[in-house]
């Protein structure tokens, strides 16, 4: 693919904006289903979804290399959905 133009930061007003108006029902089923999804490609992620940020965090210092790709996996398809330049959307 060609070179793509630059997305503009989120201004923190933007993301007040979106974080009051998104309705947490539609949020939730999707959560799920994200998880479920997650867990059918890979049985190893429910370790990851079991723990909360503190626990990921310091298990991922401790060095966890395991924990460490799964939550990176997590992190990078999260935000293949948000960015609305990117190539999975």
Do not use: H, W
């Amino acid at each position: 693919g060609g070179a793509k133009a630059k997305v503009k930061d989120v201004s923190a007003a933007e993301a007040n904006a979106v974080a009051t108006t998104l309705d947490p029902a539609d949020v939730a089923p999707f959560i799920a289903r994200f998880k479920n999804m997650c867990i059918r490609k890979d049985p190893r992620f429910v370790r990851l979804f079991a723990l909360n940020a503190a626990q990921l965090a310091s298990t991922i210092t401790a060095g966890d290399d395991e924990l460490a790709y799964l939550d990176a996996y997590v992190a990078g398809a999260v935000q293949c959905c948000l960015k609305p330049d990117s190539d999975a959307v």
